[in-house]
DNA sequence: TTATTACCCTACCAAATAAGTAGACTAAAA
DNA sequence: TTTTAGTCTACTTATTTGGTAGGGTAATAA
C-alpha cells in the first residue's frame, strides 16, 4: 500500500503538473485546493525539492514548481523518493536491496515469483510519467 | 513489501507443502527449521487454520498439515489473510475497497494506473499455489 | 533598509501497526 | 492420569506513520 503521505504527494505533483510553466504556486494553494495538511506538505514538497523534482523560490510570489517537464518524471522515482522499495520482499528491490538471511535466494520459490511480481509492477510505473496522470 | 509475518507464513506454508501428507508437523519443528519464533509462528498457524488452510490435530503425534492439496492453495489468498491488501491504493483494491476521499475516481490518474498495477500483480499471484513455491 | 512574504529546518508528539512474549487452558494419546 | 501439543487471551515493545510547533532564512518591494 502506498502511504498517505504519497497520496499527498501525488495529488501536489500532478497539480503543480497542470500548472507547469506558469510559475511558482503556493504551498497554502495547493494545501487548501487538494486538502493537504499544510505543515505536513512543506515537508513533502521540501523532499521533492532536496531530491531534484520540485524547486521553489522564496518571498513575495514564490511558491514550488516542477524542476522539469512532467513527462520527465517518472512515476517510479516518485513511489521510491517517497514511499519506498517497490518490491515486496527486500531480497528482490532493486533499489533497496537486502540479503535474506536464512534463506538461499537461489533456491527460494517465493523470490522468484517476487521477481516476476516486481518486473510486472515496473513495467508500468517505470514507463508512466506525471503527464500520464493528468486526465 | 510483505511483512516478517506474511514471509513467516510462506516459510511455514512451503515447509508443510513439503510435507503434505506425511502426517502432522510440529509447530517446534517448523519453528526449528524454518528459523521463525516458536510463539510468533503459534498465532500465524492459528490464523492460517481458522482460515481453513491448515488444520491440526492435539496431543502426542499431533501438529499442523495442510488441509488441501498445495496446488489449490493460491499465494494470492495467503497474502490476503496475512498481509492485507494486494492493490497499492484502498480505493483500487477488490478485497479491502474503501472510497477516495477528496478525489473522484472516475478523474483521477493515479487510480486508473494503480489499477493496470493491481491487475498486473493479480496476474501472477492469482495463477500461482504453494505447489509453484517449492524448488 | 526594513517590513513582509514564503519557504527552510529541527525537533517533537501521538496514534497505529508490526513483531514478539507470557501463561493459563483444553483436547488427545499413551 | 500424565504427557504432549495445539488454543486462546492478553499483554509488551519497537517501529512507522501522520502530523504539529516554532523559530530561521532568503527574496522582494515599498
Redesign the pocket.
Known sequence: ML???SQYAFKALTYLAEKYKEG?V???EISKKKKI????L??I??EL??EGILD?????????FLKKDPSKVKVATVIRLINGPIAMLPCVSLYFYERCKDCDEKHCGLHDMMIEVRDATLNIVENRTLKDLLV
Not at 495538511?37 to 505536513?40: I, V
Not at 521553489?56 to 514550488?64: A, F
Request: net charge positive; no cysteine; aromatic share 8%.
Open positions: 502511504s498517505k503521505k511558482p503556493l504551498i497554502s495538511p499544510l505543515k505536513f512543506e515537508n514538497l521540501l525539492k532536496k521553489s523560490r522564496k518571498g513575495k510570489g514564490g511558491g514550488y
